[in-house]
């Protein structure tokens, strides 16, 4: 028999991806923030 009510997964499917994308723009922030960090320093370096 089939089941009624709600679709199977769906529920899941969505979070999941919810999440997934959270990580992503997570690692993404970090790089960015990392690489403006890095040519401060530099910056700050080829001034002395």
């Known amino acids: 028999m089939a089941k009624t009510g709600r679709e199977k997964n769906t529920k899941n499917k ?4 919810k999440l997934m994308k959270q990580k ?5 922030e ?11 320093i ?5 001034e002395k």
């Open 42 to 46: 530099i910056e700050k370096a080829k």
């Open 24 to 28: 992503a723009n997570k690692l993404k």
């Open 14 to 17: 969505a979070k999941h991806s």
């Open 30 to 40: 970090k790089e960015v923030n990392r690489k403006a960090r890095l040519k401060a």
